[in-house]
């Protein structure tokens, strides 16, 4: 299992836990399933922010790339360069 999809079943389950606990009127069971809610958001914040900069560099990277190529005939090169831009413009929007 991914790590999203593990923060979105985490979180998911969490605020089950804790509507099931709210309605019961068990206190514990509704701050157990705030609290890994609470973490599974945190975590998933974390890991978008990770995947976010990591595209950033594979866009620069891309474009460095291109750059390279088309000013030294490398069409090899630009073709990377320009895969490598792709793919992070879609790092940054995922």
């Known amino acids: 299992m991914t790590e999203r999809m593990q923060n979105t079943a985490n ?20 701050a157990s399933g705030a609290q890994q809610k609470a973490q599974a ?14 595209g950033l560099g594979n866009k620069v990277q891309g474009e460095v790339q291109q750059n390279v190529g088309s000013l030294t005939g490398n ?14 413009d879609i790092q940054r929007n995922v």
């Open 75 to 88: 069409t090899s090169m630009e073709a990377r360069g320009h895969a490598n831009e792709i793919r992070g």
């Open 41 to 54: 958001d945190a975590a998933q914040k974390a890991a978008d922010a990770k995947t976010h900069a990591e």
């Open 11 to 30: 979180s998911y389950i969490g605020g089950a836990k804790q509507t099931i606990g709210e309605t019961l009127g068990n206190t514990n069971l509704a």
